[in-house]
């Protein structure tokens, strides 16, 4: 496919990497992971959040979590993070409201294995 051609079919390439690497940026200076938003309306949005790991010379990308957060507080996310030996996947999600409980599990399919749980109390 030509340059001309790749323009012309996906318009919004360059505006979506220019921004992918600027929240790669301010993800490395900041030491938080940046949600970017892929579709938001009324009913909430959807979201990809990379795992950016950045050293003296570049900074990379391994791996990346896709979320939805609901306009009341509830979300759901899965992922996988490549940085390590294995892939490892995830996925979890939350309730909404004023006391939200959480809930996630993460595996590499071997040996690395976690669950977690949270309430978060909002006043």
């Not at 992918?20 to 990809?48: H, N, R």
């Amino acid at each position: 496919m030509t340059k001309s051609a790749m323009q012309k079919s996906f318009p919004h390439l360059r505006s979506v990497a220019l921004g992918i690497g600027l929240c790669a940026t301010c993800a490395a200076a900041l030491a938080q992971t940046p949600k970017i938003p892929f579709k938001s309306d009324e009913q909430g949005s959807l979201y990809v959040s990379p795992n950016v790991i950045s050293n003296d010379v570049a900074t990379e990308t391994k791996g990346a979590t896709v979320g939805v957060e609901r306009k009341d507080g509830s979300s759901t996310y899965g992922g996988v993070d490549t940085a390590g030996a294995r892939p490892t996947y995830s996925l979890g999600g939350a309730t909404g409201g004023s006391v939200s409980y959480s809930a996630g599990v993460q595996s590499d399919g071997k040996d690395n294995k976690g669950v977690k749980a949270g309430v978060t109390i909002k006043y």
